[in-house]
Each structure stands twice: as C-alpha cells, then as structure tokens.
DNA sequence: AATGCGGGGCA
DNA sequence: TGCCCAGCATT
C-alpha cells in the first residue's frame, strides 16, 4: 500500500495551528495566566449557575461594570431555583443599569426552563446549553468549558482580535468567512486538559495585553507565535469596524404629578427597555417644539396635564440614537386612565404611582436620573 | 448580511 | 468625544 499524503505531511510543524508547536503554545497561554489571573468575583467558583450568570452579564458589558452587579444578583438569587422563582420585576430591578434588557428577561425565562425540564439541574452539554434562551454558541462553550471542563472552544470580542492578529487574518471579522476561519482556530488551538482555564486565559489574555489600541506585545506571552507582530501589522489587524452614524434625536420627558404620585408607563415586550417603567416619552421636532406635548400625552394616556417648569435635560446615547432629552414638570388636570394590555398580561401599562416608593421599581437608567430629581 | 438592543469605561 | 465591550435573536 502507498503511503497516504496526509500521512506522510503529519510532522507537527505542518499540522500546528499556531507558528511554532502547539504544545508550546499551550504551555505559555497556561503559564501567564498563572501569575497574572485576575481575582474576579465569578471566578470563585465553578457553579455552572454561577458561571451561566456571569457570562449572560458580561454579554457586551466589560468586566468592571458586572462586577457589583454579579455579587448583588447572586447574593438575592443563590440558587437557579431561586431565580425561576421570582418575579420578573424584582430581576429587572438587579439588572437596572446594566442594559441589554432582554438579556435579564431570557435569563428568567430559562431558569423556569432548567427548573421545569431539567429538575433544577443545570443542562451538561453543549446543545442542551445552547438551546436555552439567551444563551449562544459562545455562551454555550464557555459554560461547558469552564463549568464542566469540556472541549468546546471559545470565540467573543477579545479572542477575535487576539486569534486574527495570531494568524495574521487582515479581513474583515464580521463575514461569516472571518467568523468559521477564527471559530476553527479556536477549536484546533484547545488542549486536552484544563480547557475552562486555557478558554478563560485567551480572553484574559486578549482583554490586558492584545488590546484594541497599542498592544503590549513587548510582554506578550504569545508574540513568539503571532503573525501580526512578527510583520509589525499588530495596530492594522484587526480591520477597525465600520463606524456607526448616529441620528440625533429630541424627546421629552414628562414628570406629570397628581398630589404625591406621578404618571408612569411599563414599556412593552417589542420595546427599548421591554418591561422597565419610565416616564411617560414622546419624541418632539425641535426643542421648542412643547406645545403638543400635552395632547400626545391625552392621546397615549387619557390624561390632561398642563405644561409646567423644565426640570433637567438629560443626554444619552441608545444604540444608534444620541438623544437629547428635555424634561419637563406637568400638572394633572383631568381624565382616567385608558386601559390598555400590558406587557405580560398586565391590566395597564400606564399607573399612578407613589413618588416616594420609585425605588422598587426598575426604571430605565434616564428614568431613574429623573426620579431623583423629583 | 444587517439590525436592534444600553450603558458605562477609558484614552 | 469616539471607540469598545466575555453576544444573541431576528430579519
């Protein structure tokens, strides 16, 4: 029999993903993370509850911003039980702040899933992972990875950018050809051991030292293996991302009191900030633009309110949107709430509510700047 | 492939 | 200011 091509090419030098052997590669990833390992909050235990937690919240959000918000959310809700068990108000509530609504409102959902289908025992593998809401490909790997130790491989913001200078990849990252060339690589590159450690180390290790702007590739454990710094690429690769054009917006925000109560509105599932209350918000041309203002707010509410003082005006950034938002006081003069369905089932979504008790409420993070102010 | 979804950290 | 962040779901 002849010998097989692929046979005769298997010397490690051909097969190694990374330039230079693998197993070196794996053994500096391993040995930096041993000495320069953050104390994170999350990393105190390998709960896959916990772990599940953390990775939802740090979705688009950077470590030092999730910190607080993971120790008070699994203070409350210790246990997944726990969380399917309470009211999805009350999870918003530890989420205010943090943005990204939806991703409270999934995590909620699929804990009454592990709950219900699972007996409370958090699901083992990859698919059962990935097919709870909220959770994707990325979240369904690390969690295997770090809660179970299982081979499944990583790729999140740091990793692209740390992965694409490794091989010196100088396209675009977001094609779908950039996403399966960086998520092979991810997973040629894992070792068989210790893989929660080895996954958590590459976003570490992208997070502190292959960072977006001037890397520190003179104490990059990992340099002796990159493309990019071995061409001197590492400020061109990755490609920078297309710029977002921003649309200005004026709105208006209207704190409408009747004796110590104010007017507020849940904002419904298909929404920005799904679930929250807020004040009640109406988009206006220009900023003196007010005079319609109150019979926008009859026609949405039922209620007649007269135009009072400007009390703040509040810039914020959604998305998109750079919003200007000009609040100003009302008082109530007449008419009843139009009944109108609620987000999940709930009789209204407009309520009169105690001025002194806001702070049960989830608020949107405008709304809550706002009723502190009154 | 493009879009909506928040808000804050940081140079 | 502008860029970026341990993405996901939908269209």
Not at 328 to 343: F, I, V
């Amino acid at each position: 029999m002849p010998r097989t091509k692929s046979k005769s090419r298997s010397k490690p030098e051909d097969s190694s993903p990374v330039s230079g052997s693998l197993a070196a590669f794996q053994s500096h990833v391993f040995a930096w993370f041993a000495t320069h390992k953050r104390d994170l909050p999350w990393r105190e235990s390998q709960d896959p509850y916990r772990v599940w937690i953390s990775e939802i919240m740090l979705q688009q959000t950077q470590v030092a911003t999730v910190k607080e918000y993971f120790r008070r959310f699994t203070a409350e809700f210790p246990h997944v039980s726990d969380l399917a068990a309470a009211e999805e108000q009350q999870v918003l509530r530890l989420w205010e702040g943090l943005g990204y609504y939806r991703r409270a409102r999934q995590l909620h959902a699929a804990a009454k899933e592990i709950v219900e289908r699972y007996d409370g025992q958090f699901p083992q593998t990859v698919d059962q992972i990935q097919s709870l809401p909220g959770i994707g490909r990325y979240t369904a790997g690390a969690i295997a990875s770090i809660a179970y130790g299982q081979k499944a491989p990583i790729l999140e913001a740091n990793t692209q950018r740390l992965f694409a200078r490794l091989i010196g990849w100088d396209h675009v990252l977001s094609t779908s050809a950039s996403q399966k060339r960086l998520w092979q690589f991810a997973e040629d590159l894992l070792p068989d051991h210790d893989v929660g450690i080895f996954n958590q180390a590459l976003m570490e290790i992208g997070s502190l030292v292959c960072t977006p702007k001037s890397p520190n590739c003179s104490q990059c454990p990992l340099a002796v293996h990159c493309q990019a710094y071995q061409q001197g690429r590492q400020d061109e690769i990755p490609q920078p991302k297309k710029k977002i054009e921003f649309i200005p917006v004026t709105e208006i925000a209207l704190v409408v009191r009747r004796k110590n109560e104010v007017l507020l509105r849940q904002c419904g599932q298909e929404e920005r900030w799904a679930g929250l209350w807020d004040f009640p918000r109406f988009t206006v041309a220009n900023e003196e633009e007010l005079s319609g203002v109150a019979g926008q707010l009859q026609e949405a509410s039922g209620i007649e309110a007269s135009l009072g003082s400007h009390v703040t005006t509040i810039k914020h950034g959604v998305t998109k949107y750079r919003i200007t938002l000009l609040c100003h006081e009302m008082t109530y003069q007449k008419g009843r709430l139009r009944p109108e369905a609620g987000p999940d089932g709930q009789p209204r979504v407009w309520q009169w509510r105690d001025a002194s008790h806001l702070t049960d409420l989830p608020l949107s993070t405008t709304g809550r700047k706002l009723a502190k102010l009154v």
